[in-house]
Structure formats: structure tokens, C-alpha cells
């Protein structure tokens, strides 16, 4: 092969190492001839499964793999010995052949790499739309959505209650989409300051204060991908002004930066409020919502798909058996009925907790409805949503439920307040979560602290310090 030729083809292929972890060189008998992965994942990717690839028939290995060059393949998946993995890719045309390699080049992209004998990830899992276990009607459109939506390049907003997985659906439509190819990076807006979060999303450079170094901000890093941006609604206003406005100038100035950085990204925001509640007390800026939610998806409570339980059970059951090494066969019926019965404010995550704390004190070959009524009857729900007040109650399987009471003149006021049933409660608890959720519906409705205050009759100075009690924020 022409010298010239061959580095030209090299200069090519080098050029897509920052978007892919490596590539495939395919043969004409569409059997994998060469594989090479670009650092750091050539220190990562195991090599006996490098040498299990060597030589594998490209079309009968995979599935739906294309023939036509310069096109994405849909998500692959491949099991060997201790190692699973799944990948993306995408054909690309190089001026002539590198020695050995005779048609194609698979450009590669691992979505997760997990050693099954550790229960580890080498690289860690990007969900899919083959991740969300389903048979509820209205998830199995929310699945459809999220196809449809996998292509556009339009900000996304996602709504829902803690748990219910927004992440997992971020992750799927990055995966089944046009861009998952290149980076997905995610970010919980409420992990870390908003100091620390703006020169984390937009960069900083070395000066600019005490101790800074030159770093690229996130949306430089995940320039051809996707952004997940988690409770969006902990961004403080400011931070979300100078969001917006990267939004609409598609570029960034780090901080203490004197130029721009240009930058192509699909963003995708999570709140776990509804978003028009946060608009309405200020804090979502108005301007910064009608950029966000071009494409909305609303993800249903666990409560509202009760007939997926038996089905997410059996999922986590069976992750659970790998990740604690036990041989757990499933749950008496008793405990189907029980978990039912209960409200889930924790929705699919606290399923998840619940079967694991399960399997650390469970000795039978079932779960049984004993130890799951125990962990419902220690955890208290007390849900609250925008508008409505909580009344607690219990039912005949110790869960603690919520129920709507509204005044007559539709203010969110308690008009009443019951227990039911024969099991004890924290009258503390409750006189707390009581007093916490009046405060909180005066102030949505007076909007001002004083005015607030008035309402409840009693001085700005006491609400205030009642508020900082109870952990209440406006």
C-alpha cells in the first residue's frame, strides 16, 4: 500500500478517537480481520475478549448490522465467558486498505463493559430502551416517544417524581438516537455548589482565581452529544440566566476566558417538581422553561403502573441474585399483594432498595411478605405535590398512605386531619409534617413571607425560624 496513502487513511481514523473507543476492521467476507481501541481504552477492553472478536463473522455475530457504509448501527450486545458488553458504531469509507483490512471499518463506541464475575463495570452502563421493563400501556408509549424523539436535536425536558427513573430515560435517548456516537455526559445539579457548578459546566482557566487550572467546561466535553442535566430546578436563578444564554449563542466563555468556544449539543434537563409549579414561584425563569420544553416527557409514578411490579420484581431479583451471590427463586405471592397495596413514593428505585434490604435478612428460597411489610411499616409516606395537602393514614398492610383533604374555598389548607387503623404513629412526625406543609401552602399562596406570615398570624421573625426548624426553603 502507498506509503502516503496509508497515513492519510491512519490521519482519519485518529481524527474520530475523542467521539469512539475504537474500530473493527471488517474483511470482504465481513469477518473481523484487525481490532484497535484508542487510548484509554486500549488498557481497559479485556484482551481474551479482543481475541474472541478476532475472526468473528461481523453479520452473524450481531444483529441488524447494515451493509452500506456511513451509517449508525443500532445497539449490538455480546456476552463471552466472564465479560458482557454492549456498542454503537458507525461505517466509514478510508482512502484504500490498511494492509489486512479489505472492506469496511467499524468505528466503535462501548455503552458498557462488565466483568460478571466482579459485578463490575469497566465501563460503565449507558441504558437503552431495551433497559425499560414494562407491559403499562402508558410506559409502552413513553417508549415510542422516546424513539421518536432519539433523532431530534431539540432540548428536552423530563419530568418526574423522584425514582422514577429520568436518568435511565435521558441515557435511552442518547443511545437510541443520532448522537450516541459521541459523549453523553451527566450532571446532578444538586450535588455541588453553584460556585463549583458553573465553571464545571462552562470551564475555567488557569488564573482566573485562587488555585484554577485550565479545564474544559461540560459543554465543551460533550460537543456532538448529549448533556443531562439533573433537578434542573437546583440551579440557582443566575446560573440558569447564564444557561439560557449559552442555550441561544450555542457557545461558551470559561471563566476567566477571553475567548468563545462553539460547541453542538443536545440537552436534556430533569426535574422531579412540576415544572409550571417551579415557574410559578420563580424558581424556574420563565424564558429559561419555554427553551427547555420543546420536547416534554412526563414519566408516570411507580403507583401508577402497579401491573409493571411483578415484572420489575422478577428483574431486580435476578440482578441481585448476580451482585450478592444467592440463589433467591422469587417472592411469595403474599408479598406481591403487600407491595400492591403500598404507595411507592419512592416509585421503581425504592422497589429496588426494598428487594435488596430484603435479600440481606430473607434465609427462605422466597421473599416473604413478613420482612417486606416490616420495611413498608418503618417508612412513613408523606408525598406532597403542588396544590394538595397530605393526610396520613395506614392500611391493612402497615403502609403509610396519603390522601387528598382540600378546604371547601380550594385552598390547599388542611380541612381535616385522620389516622386509620390499630398500628401506632409519631404524633411528633406528623404535627411536624402537619405544621411543614400549611407553612409551605400559605407561602405558595401568598407568594410573600410577610403576607404569609399575616395568614398564619403570628410574626415574620417566628415563621422564619419555624422554617429553618422544619428545612423549609423558599
Request: glycine share 6%; aromatic share 8%.
Amino acid at each position: 500500500m502507498d506509503r502516503n496513502l496509508k497515513a492519510e487513511a491512519e490521519n482519519l481514523i485518529s481524527g474520530y478517537s475523542s467521539s469512539f473507543h475504537g474500530f473493527f476492521g471488517i474483511d470482504e467476507n465481513d469477518v473481523i480481520s484487525e481490532i484497535r481501541w484508542f487510548a484509554p481504552m486500549d488498557k481497559k477492553f479485556p484482551r481474551e475478549l479482543s481475541e474472541y472478536l478476532m475472526g468473528q463473522n461481523i453479520a452473524s455475530s450481531f444483529s441488524e448490522i447494515p451493509e452500506s457504509s456511513e451509517v449508525d448501527i443500532p445497539v449490538q450486545s455480546c456476552r463471552f465467558r466472564n465479560y458482557e458488553f454492549s456498542f454503537t458504531g458507525m461505517f466509514i469509507d478510508v482512502p484504500g486498505s490498511l494492509v489486512s483490512w479489505h472492506s469496511r471499518i467499524l468505528l466503535i463506541r462501548i455503552l458498557h463493559l462488565k466483568d460478571i464475575s466482579t459485578n463490575e463495570y469497566i465501563v460503565e452502563h449507558l441504558y437503552c430502551l431495551k433497559d425499560i421493563i414494562t407491559i403499562n400501556p402508558q410506559m409502552i408509549q413513553l417508549k415510542k416517544e422516546i424513539a421518536l424523539l432519539s433523532n431530534s436535536d431539540s432540548n428536552t425536558l423530563i419530568f418526574g417524581e423522584t425514582g422514577t427513573g429520568k436518568k435511565l430515560v435521558a441515557e435511552s435517548i442518547h443511545s437510541e438516537g443520532k448522537r450516541r456516537n459521541y459523549p453523553f455526559i451527566s450532571q446532578n445539579c444538586a450535588a455541588i455548589p453553584a460556585t463549583l457548578l458553573e465553571s464545571l459546566l462552562f470551564g475555567v482557566e488557569r488564573g482566573s482565581f485562587t488555585g484554577a487550572e485550565t479545564k474544559a467546561g461540560l459543554f465543551e466535553m460533550a460537543d456532538g452529544g448529549t448533556i443531562f442535566l439533573d433537578e434542573i430546578n437546583s440551579m440557582s436563578v443566575e446560573l440558569q440566566s447564564k444557561l439560557l444564554n449559552i442555550i441561544e449563542e450555542k457557545k461558551t466563555r470559561r471563566i476567566g476566558g477571553e475567548r468563545d468556544h462553539y460547541f453542538d449539543v443536545r440537552l436534556i434537563v430533569a426535574t422531579n417538581e412540576v415544572p409550571e409549579t417551579l415557574v410559578n414561584e420563580g424558581r424556574l425563569r420563565k424564558d429559561l422553561y419555554y427553551r427547555l420544553n420543546i420536547a416534554r416527557i412526563s414519566i408516570p409514578p411507580l403507583r401508577e403502573r402497579k401491573e409493571d411490579i411483578p415484572k420489575l420484581s422478577r428483574h431486580f431479583v435476578e440482578k441481585l441474585n448476580k451482585k450478592m451471590l444467592r440463589s433467591i427463586k422469587g417472592l411469595e405471592p403474599d408479598a406481591y399483594i403487600s407491595m400492591m397495596n403500598y404507595r411507592w413514593p419512592g416509585n421503581v428505585r425504592e422497589l429496588e432498595n426494598m428487594l435488596e434490604s430484603a435479600f440481606n435478612i430473607e434465609t427462605g428460597d422466597y421473599i416473604s411478605a413478613e420482612i417486606l411489610q416490616k420495611y413498608m411499616a418503618e417508612h412513613r409516606i408523606i408525598s406532597e405535590s403542588s396544590g394538595s395537602s397530605i393526610i396520613s393514614s395506614r392500611d391493612e398492610h402497615g403502609s403509610f398512605q396519603s390522601e387528598v383533604n382540600r378546604h371547601p374555598d380550594n385552598t390547599s389548607l388542611f380541612s381535616g386531619y385522620y389516622i386509620s387503623g390499630s398500628e401506632t404513629v409519631n404524633l411528633e412526625r406528623l404535627l411536624k409534617d402537619f405544621e411543614a406543609h400549611i407553612i409551605r401552602s400559605a407561602i405558595r399562596e401568598e407568594k410573600t413571607l410577610s403576607a404569609a406570615a399575616r395568614k398564619l398570624e403570628m410574626s415574620p421573625q417566628k415563621l422564619s425560624y419555624r422554617m429553618k426548624v422544619l428545612d423549609i426553603h423558599l
